[in-house]
């Protein structure tokens, strides 16, 4: 039996992520490309079509926390169990995330770099915290960290589930909206020109969640309409985003290229082992995905 890691690395990383999991798990053989042997996947968002070939594939560790485009993957049976990625240390540097984009809209430093590429000395009028009040979307492990982090900062903070009743209602009293659902059948293009719309005027939108919560005309359309203040993007339908698109240039957006929170292979490594050292020992996994629930 054999252990396959694979998917889509930065340069080096495929190495440490090799190293840590040899050094969690002595006893186990690794391998990088697909074959008879394997009986466990490593994945890091891989492309669709990269699971074929594994006749003997019984579990799927996901070293990312979102797996929308594993469950899109029709090449990858129902059957097998996938297990998320959850990461403490991910979820710290998502709640940096959110805590930067949010402050920068408080205290308009946003603004300020726009005004510096034109050399326009303005100062505003400066906001407590407590003044912007921020709705933060998704109550998972993600959505809890930020919204703890907001509060300890002073934020006013509301969290809403899916499972706490219709989202526009909540929308009217949020300066700040930020999304941190899972990508699934029903959250799919959430962001769409109603729920935008829905949005107090002058609010902000930050999205460290899926391109694909957010139709991007109406995002668009509503910046550009001055309905909403400013949008903070970490995640776009397509990735890298396209040289040609509108958000690159757009003076009420600032973009982040997919970095609001990557998994940290120092703390997850470990994480992923003891989810396959339970495997191995027939006990209960963790964090393992409903698929019909879609995360
Ligand atoms: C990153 O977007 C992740 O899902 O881990």
Redesign the pocket.
């Known amino acids: 039996m054999s252990i396959l890691l694979t998917g889509r690395f930065d340069a080096g990383e495929r190495d440490e992520w090799l190293a840590l999991l040899r050094a969690e798990l002595p006893g186990e053989t690794f391998v990088l490309e697909p074959g008879e042997t394997v009986d466990i996947a490593v994945v890091a968002?891989p492309p669709a079509g990269a699971l074929q070939g594994l006749p003997r594939l019984a579990l799927i560790q996901s070293l990312?926390?979102?797996v929308d485009k594993l469950l899109a993957d029709a090449s990858i049976p129902a059957q097998i169990p996938i297990a998320r990625?959850v990461d403490p240390a991910?979820n710290e540097a998502m709640a940096e995330t959110a805590l930067w984009a949010v402050l920068s809209l408080q205290r308009d430093f946003f603004d300020y770099a726009r005004q510096q590429a034109a050399a326009s000395w303005q100062p505003h009028p400066q906001r407590r915290a407590d003044e912007l009040p921020v709705l933060v979307l998704g109550r998972g492990q993600m959505g809890t960290t930020v919204a703890r982090r907001l509060a300890a900062n002073g934020f006013h903070v509301v969290a809403w589930g899916s499972r706490d009743g219709p989202l526009h209602a909540r929308l009217a009293d949020a300066a700040v909206v930020i999304n941190l659902l899972p990508l699934t059948p029903a959250t799919r293009g959430i962001f769409d020109a109603a729920t935008l719309a829905a949005m107090r005027p002058g609010a902000s939108l930050v999205n460290l969640a899926?391109g694909a919560h957010v139709v991007d005309a109406a995002l668009l359309a509503a910046l550009d309409a001055g309905h909403l203040r400013h949008a903070v993007l970490d995640?776009f339908h397509q990735e890298p985003l396209p040289r040609e698109h509108r958000y690159w240039s757009h003076p009420k957006v600032t973009l982040l290229p997919?970095v609001a929170?990557?998994?940290d292979a120092r703390s997850a490594a470990a994480v992923a082992a003891a989810n396959l050292k339970r495997f191995r020992a027939g006990a209960p996994l963790e964090h393992l995905v409903n698929r019909a629930r879609g995360y």
């Open positions: 968002n990312w926390a979102g990625m991910m899926r995640v997919h929170a990557a998994t």
